[in-house]
């Protein structure tokens, strides 16, 4: 018995003693194992985050150029909206000068009161459908000559000290459409 127990106290012993030195080279390389795997997992999470922060600054760029895109569109259709009946209007205002110049006429001849006032009654009518599709006219006589809205046709002598670069007649009225010029004031300018 003392033989066998000698034996595989020595064989334990020699199996602990290469268990542990196995256990102690193990360690040891299992030490540099797992720092290995800490840094490539650091690693490719670091990776992983950058792909994060780009995809999302790529998303955040694309939903702002979207939105930007949305913002253009909705105000490119209302202006167009707003200015769809332009070439109509501008069409129309030669035939609103001339009743301006009928009326005009009309209080330089004598004409019936009746007539008269069924012109009027036209113009007054044209003017108020005109009105309400966003035209203005501009009134100029006795303001400054401004060249963002009027268009100087000539220069006469002022008949005042006050009159000099303003506005002394209106040749051809100009107009607003929404607040955009349509066409300029054509005006005689006091010198």
Known sequence: MS??????????????????SHDKEGVAKEKPQKKTRKLKAEKKLEEQTEKYNELNDKYLRLYSEFDNYRKRTNK?????????????IVDMLP?????????????????DDETKKGL????????????????EPMNSIGKEFNTDYNE????????????????????EKGYLLNGKIIRFAKVVVGS
């Open 152 to 171: 100087a046709i000539t220069n006469i002598p002022a008949p005042s000290e006050d009159m000099v670069g303003k506005v002394i007649d209106v040749i």
């Open 95 to 111: 035939v609103l000068d001339d009743f301006d110049r009928a009326l005009a006429a009309m209080d330089d001849q004598n004409v």
């Open 3 to 20: 033989e066998e127990n000698i034996e595989d106290v020595t064989f334990e012993n020699n199996d602990n003693d290469t268990a542990e």
């Open 76 to 88: 490119e259709r209302l202006d167009l909206l707003k200015s769809a009946s332009q070439e109509v």
């Open 120 to 135: 009027e009654l036209i113009h007054n009518k044209f003017l108020n459908i005109l009105t309400q599709k966003g035209l």
